[in-house]
């Protein structure tokens, strides 16, 4: 029987970002046998009781040494229910734990997906035995030790709902109010479309976490102000994971201006909603049709693809919602995810 240590940010189903992994922690215990979870922050969840969920304490705001002191109680306390160790998004636990993980003999797995790599990420990888990302941009995929993976999109949450109607013309971007999603070509992109007389409603859906995010988020109102009181621009604070199927169900077309380095999980989401979408991301350059991949800050072509997309007959936009699933379901599917992760557990 397989048992495993799965390390990561935060178990909180009703986080707009990281409440996926709720989903994740569930399918791995179905199929790995045994599972217990460290996290740095403990939200809600309806985890069954016979997986372990242990939290370093952010929730109740201890201090960075309680972190510490916590984490190296988990590790040695839970020592003998698990043989292999699943880091998420966070080298610096492997640093942490890795002498004693290797000492005891257990396998010790790194998921780092990010575009970045610094010195904790190196060292990290160096001593993980396995490192696992999605996107053959991240700065991981370059290592010898690194196995692309599928996204481990749930597709039976993430589906076509027939009850919900789309709304015509809407435009959603949805995911975290941050500089590095550069929604400010989007607004240029749809000034250029009301200026052109184009019908559009922009909804945009997301909340600033950090400082940056917040200052950023303001200048974003700013340059919306025009579009905004013509109800041609929505801004709404993010909602849990599990609620977005309706949100992504509800428009026309979605849009994500993450550049290149990693793959942004809302894109995949919309795709497996049978939602068209539009991207910058050249990750997708076989995947998706030339018409769909916008010019990175070129707010013209988008405003040009937005508009030629909408135009496009329903039969058309409902093939290409069909074939967009297809990708997900087939290349990054969350069953497919555990599956890879098994054989390597």
């Not at 904790?120 to 692309?148: R, W």
């Not at 749930?154 to 949805?174: A, G, V, Y």
């Not at 009301?194 to 200048?219: A, H, M, R, T």
Request: hydrophobic letters at 40%; aromatic letters at 10%; one cysteine or more.
């Amino acid at each position: 029987m397989n048992k495993l240590l799965f390390i990561t940010q935060k178990v909180d189903k009703n986080d707009d970002v990281l409440g996926v992994y709720h989903r994740w922690i569930e399918c791995l215990a179905e199929k790995i046998g045994k599972l217990n979870v460290v996290c740095l922050y403990e939200g809600r969840n309806n985890l069954p009781d016979s997986i372990g969920v242990y939290s370093l304490g952010k929730e109740i705001k201890v201090s960075k040494l309680k972190y510490i002191f916590n984490f190296y109680s988990y590790i040695w306390k839970l020592r003998k229910k698990y043989d292999s160790v699943l880091v998420h998004m966070n080298p610096v636990y492997v640093i942490f734990g890795g002498l004693f993980w290797k000492l005891s003999g257990k396998k010790v797995f790194l998921w780092y997906n990010h575009p970045m790599g610094n010195f904790t990420a190196k060292m990290g990888i160096a001593l993980a035995d396995k490192v696992f990302c999605t996107s053959p941009q991240s700065f991981s995929a370059k290592y010898k030790k690194t196995q692309l993976m599928p996204a481990g999109i749930d597709t039976e949450m993430f589906r076509k709902i027939p009850r919900i109607s789309k709304k015509e013309n809407r435009i959603l971007c949805l995911g975290r109010i941050s500089p590095i999603k550069k929604i400010e070509y989007l607004i240029e992109a749809v000034k250029i479309l009301d200026k052109n007389g184009f019908g559009f409603e922009l909804l945009i859906v997301g909340s600033p976490i950090s400082n940056s995010d917040k200052l950023y988020y303001e200048n974003l109102i700013r340059l919306s102000d025009d579009l905004i009181s013509k109800g041609k621009i929505i801004f709404k604070p993010s909602i849990p994971n599990y609620k977005t199927p309706e949100i992504y169900n509800s428009a026309s077309v979605y849009v994500n201006l993450t550049p290149s380095g990693s793959l942004d999980k809302a894109i995949l989401e919309a795709m497996a909603c049978q939602l068209s979408v539009i991207v910058a991301n050249k990750m997708f350059i076989n995947e998706l049709k030339e018409e769909l991949i916008f010019k990175d800050k070129d707010a013209d072509d988008l405003a040009e693809k937005i508009s030629n997309l909408i135009s496009t007959d329903s039969t058309s936009k409902e093939k290409i919602g069909k074939d967009m699933r297809e990708i997900v379901v087939k290349k990054h599917s969350l069953s497919s995810l555990v599956d890879m992760l098994l054989k390597y557990f």
